[in-house]
């Protein structure tokens, strides 16, 4: 069966990177990371993820978000699980790269919306 247009079917990516070419549904959930562009392998470093960047999305009880990831790659690296009203669906995560991940890689943050599915945002950074 072909889900192609069910947005919990997946992970959501917007068409584009661009906010000003993004549908309302898109600048609402994906997940925006502010990380350095060059990071010291081993070292640790802050990375924010924040939801409602480009337009606010809703914090309330029936509409929030429940959990924010961020990935380094393909491995897992940290999980905030989030309380609507109570929590703030954009967390600081320290973390570090390890000798193993030198060279450009990618931070991907994914943030599920309960009414919207999971929604996936990402930046690369320089590990050396
Ligand atoms: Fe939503």
New binding site residues.
Partial sequence: MSCENDLFCGINVPKSKNPDEMTDLEK??TPVITAPEKVKAGDLFDVKVETGVYMK??NEYG?YFGWIELYLDDTLVSRADLQPVLSSPSVTLKISATHSHEGKRKLRALAF?N??GIWEGEKEIEVE
């Fill in positions: 609402k959930h999305h809703p509409h919306c009414l919207h």
